[in-house]
């Protein structure tokens, strides 16, 4: 089990990728980004997706981000635009 601390760093690097980029990040950039291995963050982030945090989803099998609530990796038909700017998508 992952330590509380790197759950939140995880959480919390995620959540401002997706506001920064527009994306969510692959977990080998959040290795590297939060000084982890890639076994670490691949397990922290199964962690954040298996329901600890609502709303946080996984695509099913695999390691990759679907939507951190209240954005969405996948694009949907609520879109968020801040300032004129659309690059994120709504749960």
Do not use: C
Request: glycine share 6%; no cysteine; net charge negative.
């Amino acid at each position: 089990m992952a330590d509380p601390q790197v759950l939140a760093r995880m959480y919390h690097a995620t959540m401002s990728r997706m506001v920064r980029d527009g994306r969510a990040p692959h977990y080998t950039e959040l290795a590297a980004e939060l000084s982890l291995s890639l076994d670490e963050a691949r397990e922290a982030l199964r962690q954040l997706g298996d329901g600890r945090v609502p709303g946080f989803f996984l695509y099913p099998n695999v390691d990759l981000i679907a939507s951190p609530a209240p954005f969405s990796n996948i694009p949907t038909q609520y879109l968020i635009s801040v300032e004129g700017e659309q690059k994120w998508y709504g749960q």
